[in-house]
């Protein structure tokens, strides 16, 4: 049975679609994340998962049971469910184990089990030796972890995750990264994470829902989504790759408003017609065969440099080797490896 | 909150404000506009000089509130002056104290015979009454509103502004004077617009130094007063006076609105910008001098002349130490009368502090359950504080002076039976000063982070319990706030009282006001110092609960 499972969400706030026909099946013990660009709708798809939106139309069940749809509406305290607010939402005039506590006393719980699962939770994040602390004395890490504390205290049916670790520094982020994957395999809860980080999705997620503009465009594994995405949009999101739009004609592909031609390699299926190309920067190569570009920039990025050429007004990136190049001189550059999306 | 619970609480808190405050006033204007009607032109042209006194005052008032405000808020908000701080608090005294006292310190420093000040200058040399010690009075009475403004905006200015014409070469005062000053100016005329309008609503003032003058003074509260002391003949006449006096607000804050708009567009929003105060230099020692003159002269001597007057055996007697007796604190301190004016104060003050916050919190509320509409609602628990006092208890007395019948489903009657009763002071408090409960507790739950009360819902709490358990405990530092800041507003509130006090009973405002009109102005001195003890009192308790607020935070 599946743990979560929307079914056609459709919202809008006054004339503006927010989300627009989202299905989506989250497994038991499945952590999936809701990746886009912000105003895409994940946030948006999360809060009517956790009862603090209303969807317009669609089904909403958790484990089963309808807590959103036609005639059903369950408030958000009877759905079960721990959350992680972006902003961490740790009250200040509590201390951190009253934060942690507050889940359990609403569930009328006597006092010394709700001391010794508020202990155990926050020994889950190593938070054991700040109990007494108030919010304010925390950094914003502790207070992430006080947040995630208590959102698994009570032992929710889903844990939901809004962009927990974006207001976090790279280290510290990494870190908690890691720390919250060791959690997830020990305590195995259903885990639903949106966020706008590739990197982030791709690292954790067993499964990941890209949006964009409030639709549902591929739900794959990272590896799946990354090796052989479904839309350019997703091509262009997840793999930081290139998107051009064109035509193929000719084994070639002819960009659309600057005619720029570019040989296909043999191994693509290309059909002829308008067609939007989407191809890596590691999959492009300098050398002697190949397009004539002007080089614009030249990046170094430690491990590889990358090249930037302008094409239809965006820059076509490539990353390759370090070359003795400068802007402003004419390079040869070839497509190892693309991918067409047919247009219409 | 779902969409009828919604409406409901709209509906639950509409019907008191429109029955006890709107409707009154709106009734008092009908009234007011069809006057001229009934009474002919001739009569309304004969109170024209109430209203030009009204405007000349008024005028005056703002006009010395800025021409002191602007170099003080500079002095205080943006150089190395020294104690700026205690400077600060002593210098909004004036708006914390009811301006009536100050009328009477004045009263005791500069009236022609008897005054300090005149006895060491020689007789006669000042005369505080008349238009000019009115408006002088005044003035100072809303010089903190122009101080804050100025604070308000001088925060808000980007210090880089400064720094960048130091860079082009202009010297600290230059670049003060012609890059700071010009932006923080349309605030500083708010602030003195504000003022205006405080004067030109004050009645306590142009009543102590205007009517008893020789020739009297008469302005338009003034005017009302005595129209609705006639009785009934007066009061068409009255409300033809009261809707002059009105109309002044929505023009005033018309001016506010678009002075502050030339003038916001060029200050930096967001949060406070930490800037270097400008350092005074060689001018720090006259600097100093300046504003502690000032301030002495201005805010410590006239209560230093009401407090030895309460000390004076009789005012006007030469000053030796055999002339000085407690027997006037004794005897107004134990007096009955006092201690039952006391008593309806406090509680009166009390009641309209609890009906601020609670109508204020749910005005906050609404005013975010409804988004767009909210506006609406802020605008109508608002207004009344901009309703002069004057016309607000005229309306109230108006609207009251007979009994209400109300049938519900033709079964259960129930009478509105007010007149004469202290009720409808408690409902003349709480609509003047529903403000400041809509207004701190709105500010507070903006501040809020609505995902703390999200997450006491997906935690488990219902809503009511989520409301209970989160965002009621944040805001209660500012309903204290509120709620002091009422009561203190109410206990030392003047106007209205006089106004509105029923036959046989006595609250402190009404107390004070009879005892320096018609009999013993060292019996009112004494009063006066109470009501000043009472509001340190209340700031001191303020600046505890600000502090504490903050360390949440």
């Known amino acids: 049975m599946a743990a979560i499972s929307l079914e056609g969400l459709f919202k809008s706030y006054g004339a503006t679609p927010v989300v627009r026909g989202l299905s989506l099946e989250v497994r038991e013990g499945e952590l999936v994340s809701l990746l886009g660009p912000s105003g895409c709708g994940k946030t948006t798809t999360l809060r009517m998962l956790a009862g603090l939106e209303h969807p317009d139309t669609g089904v909403i069940r958790i484990g089963g049971e309808t807590v959103a749809g036609p005639g059903v509406r369950v408030p958000p305290e009877r759905r079960g469910l721990g959350m992680v607010f972006q902003g961490y939402a740790v009250w200040p005039h509590r201390s951190v184990e009253e934060n942690v506590a507050y889940p359990l006393t609403l569930r009328r719980m006597p006092k010394a089990e709700v001391a010794t699962k508020v202990r155990e939770a926050l020994r889950w994040v190593r938070l054991e030796a700040l109990a007494t602390r108030r919010p304010h004395e925390l950094s914003g890490g502790q207070l992430q972890r006080v947040a995630l504390a208590r959102a698994l205290v009570a032992g929710p049916r889903v844990l939901l995750l809004d962009e927990p670790l974006s207001n976090l520094d790279a280290a510290l982020r990494e870190e908690l990264r890691a720390e919250l994957a060791a959690l997830r395999a020990r305590l195995g809860t259903t885990l639903v994470f949106v966020t706008h980080d590739q990197g982030e999705a791709l690292a954790l997620s067993d499964r990941i829902a890209v949006m964009n503009q409030g639709v549902l465009e591929q739900v794959d594994a990272p590896e799946t989504l990354y090796r052989e995405p479904a839309t350019p949009f997703v091509a262009g999101f997840v793999g930081g790759a290139n998107v051009l739009t064109g035509e193929v004609r000719e084994g070639a592909f002819h960009t659309a408003r600057s005619g720029t031609v570019f040989q296909l390699p043999a191994d693509t299926l290309a059909r002829p017609g308008p067609a939007t190309l989407v191809v890596r920067p590691e999959d492009l190569a300098l050398g002697e065969l190949g397009t004539s570009l002007p080089l614009s920039a030249r990046l170094f990025l430690g491990h590889a440099t990358e090249y930037r050429f302008p094409v239809d007004g965006t820059l076509l990136r490539v990353v390759a080797p370090p070359l003795e190049v400068r802007p402003g001189q004419t390079l040869k550059v070839q497509l190892r490896k693309a991918r067409l999306f047919s247009v219409g | 909150m779902n969409t009828s619970a919604r409406w409901l609480g709209l509906f639950a808190w509409l019907v008191p404000l429109v029955l006890f405050a709107m409707g009154p006033v709106v009734l008092l204007l009908a009234r007011g506009a069809g006057a001229p009607g009934e009474l002919g032109w001739e009569w309304l042209v004969s109170e024209a000089g109430a209203l030009g006194n009204t405007l000349a005052i008024s005028g005056g008032a703002a006009v010395l509130a800025l021409a002191l405000g602007t170099p003080l808020s500079l002095l205080l908000f943006r150089t190395d002056l020294p104690l700026r701080g205690a400077f600060t608090v002593l210098f909004t005294l ?169 003038g916001r567009v060029r200050l930096s929003t967001g949060k406070g910008l930490a800037s270097r105060p400008l350092a005074l230099g060689r001018a720090r020692a006259w600097a100093t001098g300046g504003v502690a003159g000032t301030c002495v002269l201005l805010v410590l001597l006239p209560l230093a002349a009401i407090l030895l007057t309460s000390l004076q055996r009789s005012f006007g007697a030469s000053l030796t130490w055999e002339e000085l007796t407690l027997s006037h604190w004794s005897g107004v301190l134990l007096e009955p009368r006092t201690l039952r004016a006391t008593g309806l104060s ?208």
């Open chain 2, 94 to 262: 004036p708006s914390a104290i009811p301006a009536f006292i100050w009328g009477m310190g004045w009263l005791s420093l500069a009236s022609p015979r008897a005054g300090y000040l005149n006895r060491l200058l020689g007789e006669g040399t000042l005369d505080i009454h008349g238009p000019v010690g009115i408006a002088f009075v005044e003035g100072l009475s809303g010089l903190p509103l122009v101080l804050l403004a100025g604070a308000a905006a001088l925060r808000r200015v980007d210090p880089a502004l400064e720094e960048a014409a130091r860079v082009c070469g202009a010297s600290p005062a230059r670049a003060l004077l012609t890059t700071t000053v010009p932006l923080v100016l349309p605030s500083l005329l708010s602030g003195a617009v504000m003022v205006f309008l405080m004067a030109a609503s004050s009645f306590g003032v142009p009543y102590l130094l205007g009517v008893s003058a020789s020739p009297p003074t008469r302005v338009l509260t003034t005017r009302i007063y005595e129209l609705v002391l006639l009785g009934d003949e007066g009061l068409g006449r009255a409300s033809a006076l009261a809707l002059a006096l009105l109309l002044l607000t929505p023009l005033s804050l018309l001016a506010t609105w678009a002075l502050g708009r030339s």
């Open chain 2, 346 to 553: 406090l509680l009166l003050a009390a009641g309209a502090g609890v009906l601020v916050c609670g109508l204020g919190l749910a005005a906050a509320l609404l005013q975010r359950a409804f988004r767009r509409l909210g506006a609406g609602v802020e605008a109508i628990a608002v207004w009344p504080y901009a309703v002069p006092g004057t016309v607000l208890a005229l309306a109230l007395l108006l609207a009251f002076s007979r009994d209400w019948r109300f049938i519900l489903l033709d079964k259960v009657a129930f009478v509105l039976a007010l007149a004469h009763t202290p009720w409808l002071l408690l409902i003349a408090y709480a609509a003047k000063y529903l403000a400041l409960g809509t207004r701190n507790s709105s500010e507070a739950l903006a501040q809020l982070d609505p995902s703390l009360t999200e997450a006491a819902r997906i935690s488990g709490a219902g809503p009511l319990r989520a409301f209970i358990d989160v965002p009621l405990p944040l805001l209660r530092p500012t309903l204290t706030v509120a709620f002091i800041l009422a009561f203190l507003s109410c206990a030392t509130e003047i106007t209205m009282s006089v106004l509105l006090v029923p036959a046989g009973s006595e609250v402190l405002g009404k107390l004070l006001f009879d005892l320096q009109s018609y009999a013993d102005p060292a019996a009112a001195a004494v009063l006066a110092c109470a009501f000043v003890a009472l509001v340190v009192l209340g700031q001191a308790v303020l600046a505890l609960v600000a502090r504490r607020a903050a360390e949440v935070r």
